[in-house]
C-alpha cells in the first residue's frame, strides 16, 4: 500500500492513492481516500462515485472468490447499510469510464454478474 501511495503521489502527483478503497488477494479491504475524501480513480467521475481497485493483473484469472466477496458481498452492502450508497447504486467497471483494459478482462466478466451493473 506505501508503494501504490508513493506511486500515486510522486509519480502521478496526486495528494494520495487515488482509489476510495484498495482490495489485497490478503483478505483485506484497504481504505485509501475512503468514503469522506473525492478520490483520483476516474478522471471526470470522481466526484459521482468511489472507486475500488483490485490489486492484481485479472485479464486471464478473476480475483479468487473470497477476494470478489470482500466487495461484492462486504463493502457494497455495509455502504449501503451505513448511508454511503443508496439502495439503488450502480456497479461499473473501470473501461467503461475510460481508456483502459482495467479491470482486466476476466474480472470485468465478474463484475458483470453483480447487483447493479451496469
Known sequence: MRAMQRFH??????DDIGYSFVV??????????GWHWVGAHTKGYNSRGYGV????????APPDADTIALVRDELLPCAVRAGRLRHNYTVRGHRQMGHTDCPG???FREIETWRGFV
Not at 503521489?9 to 496526486?14: F, I, K, L
Not at 489485497?24 to 481516500?33: A, C, E, H, K
Not at 481497485?53 to 486471464?60: K, L, M, T
Open 9 to 14: 503521489q510522486d509519480t502521478r502527483g496526486w
Open 24 to 33: 489485497g488477494s490478503d483478505g483485506y479491504v484497504y481504505q485509501g481516500r
Open 105 to 107: 478482462e476476466s474480472l
Open 53 to 60: 481497485g483490485y490489486i492484481g493483473d485479472f485479464s486471464a
